[in-house]
């Protein structure tokens, strides 16, 4: 049986073809038409012939078959360009993602360092630069341990236990033993000896060879080789800061390196507290510069009033920092010399600190913008009516008391010390760059002393550089946006730079309440918000329970009373005396009859929400004259009577008001309280009936209770002058007293 039928298909297509003379006819359509013969069993011999296609027919099956090869070809490709491309990002993404874990590791091993530090020794400020060490057996590599020894901590690549040098084997066993804070291999070869090197640890000071870390002997350069000056039976040693060491990641770091555990990557960590440095980038001036003056010199500096980061002395610093003959010693014919008046400055350390002043000036003081340039008219006010050297100028201030405002006033036009300089210092790094360091300078400069230093032999000059990059910072950021001003108001309409005063009549026009008031709430707020925001992540002590918050309170909310507990903790109320004390410290504004301003008391003001009870506002008591709320009587919170009652103006106990510290006043120091309780239990036998003598009888128990209170309030002058004022102290006090028993009987009040 044969199934067939014809399918037919017609191709349009265009082609053209080539003449003689190379040319092309224009394009013509032609028709074919091509015969499908399809059958589902094979053709008995009966049936007809096959016809060959033509010509034609085989050219257009040529050109589809061509068309489909070169599609997927053209797919092959692209399929191996885009995986290939994709790999190499997934290589990327891998080696990224590797790199940005190893930082975070050498980040968290620096942090749980200097808490370590603070817990072993339960001294908070136990900081100070570090580095990453990697474990070695200073006893040296043991090539064979006892069977109880544990083989992760013998670890040595330098020496044996005997003092010689490891063999090849033994180097290779040393590998198996890596685990604890492991030094992984890291091998370059040296571009100027050509030798292949060892480098477990970054050269830091770039003098090609080991800083060490650790307790370790003081070397001189005489007894540094032990043979002109031998060290002492018992030698002077310090602990040294030297150069960051690697330290390998494992893929599994609970298991010792191996062929199947190996290395995934390495970090090495330099931590310098922020809090212990100096920005070298803030550092120095060149206030004593002419108006019109371009040029950098070490005479223009000078330190008068100490108002700004730019008065700092970076020679004085430089001298301090090593005291040898190498650089800035008081030896050969420039020594250190600073002149008060800023036209003698002399030494070695004021020409590095103009060289360095005047890289980051661009050599041309004039590139610094002034106060007018910056701030405008009210910058240019502020800076001459402000009693301050702020372009450190003179006139010098010799004697307190001895500076009448700015005698001189502050050229607003010109040049300010304290603008943005054109160039900044990133690293310490940048400090081996000569032309940062000395530009335009003949001679020796700072980065040739730095590296003559560090290929000194004594352990005071190597270390040099590794004390610098503990006290000098590049990495200064813009003050955080969210801290209050101190001298200028910061918040709502007001700019730090509209130098406007806290209590300038403006202030309390705009918010309808004092200036000092409205600092006081908000350094309150700022305080609290961050305080108890670090109490409710961390829960400290139940705080959440305690105070019945599950987020951090700032001043309009701050809990008293909640959950018929009384919360008003001791460490709330710090904060708000340290913010009065804060603000008392900036105003002057009241003058009583000895000269001395007024302190600021401050009154809470407190809102009912059903029986809890908050701190909403603080507002500034007046003149006890005027002020009425001062001889409110004192409310009890637990009483239910008096929570009824609440109105928001009331005096509550156990919620103060708050007194500002103001300097030569006196001021409360203490309170204390003592409360004595004695009793004395009689007993009273009466029989009854005489007859009957043991067997009818009563026996009464009488209790005589005995309660004394005593308490006694300080106030302390803690100045040298003598206050020739009367001081009133008033004290009253409220007492209540519950007397109950066991079975929890109605209570007698007394």
Known sequence: MRLSRNVVKTFNLQHSTLNAQGGTDLPRAEHSVLN??????????????????????????????????????FLAVTFLAVSSRERGAVATAKDQT??????????????????????????????????????????????????????????????????????TAQMQDNLAHLMFDPRPPVFIVNP???????????????????DTNGNWPVFTDSNFDGREDPLPATPLTNNFVGDPEWIGVLERPELPHSGSNNFVARFAF???PIGNTLDLNYMFNQGLAPA????????????????????????????????NSYAWGDIGPTPYRYDPFGVGNSGNGFADAAAMYRYRVAGNVSTLRSIHDLYGPPGDAAFIADQFDGYVDGPMLQQ??????????????KAWPGAPNLYHFFTAQDLFDRAKTQPGVLGAGFSDRLETVANKASSYDRSTFQRLQSQVAMESAPEDAGKVHLNYINIGPFHATNFV??????????????????FFTNAVDKLLRRLTGEWVESDSKGFRAAFGVTKSFGVTDIPVFVNTNYVYAPSIHRILQLAANIADALTNRAIAPNGLPFPSVFRPVLKKVGNDVFITDFKEASDTAVDTHFSRPAKELSRAADLASFVPDDNWYGVPWIVGAKKGWPSFNEFAMKSSLGYTRK?????????????????????????????AAEAWNSYSNTLNLGVNISVDHEMSMVLTNDDKMSPLEL
């Open 400 to 413: 307190p008391g001895t500076f009448a405002g700015d005698s001189v006033p502050d050229q607003y036009t």
């Open 501 to 518: 005063s806290w209590d300038d009549p403006v202030v309390a026009t705009v918010y309808g309440r004092p200036g000092v008031e409205v």
């Open 98 to 167: 590797t790199a940005k874990l190893a930082s975070d590791t050498a980040t968290e091993r620096a942090k749980a360092q200097i808490i370590a530090g603070m817990l072993a020794t339960s001294n908070y400020y136990n900081f100070g630069a570090l580095v990453s060490t990697n474990y070695i057996n200073w006893d040296g590599f043991d090539p064979a341990p006892p069977a109880v020894s544990d083989f992760r901590t013998n670890v040595n690549f330098g020496y044996l236990r005997s003092g010689t040098a490891l063999s």
């Open 683 to 711: 007993l009273q036998i009466t029989r009854l009936d005489p007859n009957k003598p043991g067997k009818d009888g009563r026996i009464d128990v009488l209790y005589a209770l005995r309660l004394t209170n005593v308490i």
């Open 36 to 73: 499908v013969e399809c059958s589902m069993l094979p053709a008995s011999p009966a049936s007809p012939a096959t016809r060959h296609p033509s010509r034609s027919q085989r050219g257009v099956a040529l050109i589809v078959t061509l068309i489909m090869l070169s599609v997927i070809t």
């Open 292 to 323: 019109n003056s371009t040029k950098v010199s070490a005479n223009y500096y000078l330190r008068n009033q100490g108002v700004g980061t730019y008065e700092l002395n970076l020679a004085a610093f430089l001298y301090d920092l090593n005291t």
């Open 270 to 272: 330099n931590a310098v």
């Open 192 to 210: 100027v000896t050509g030798v292949e090197e060892f480098r477990y640890y970054r050269d830091e000071n770039r003098n090609g060879r080991y």
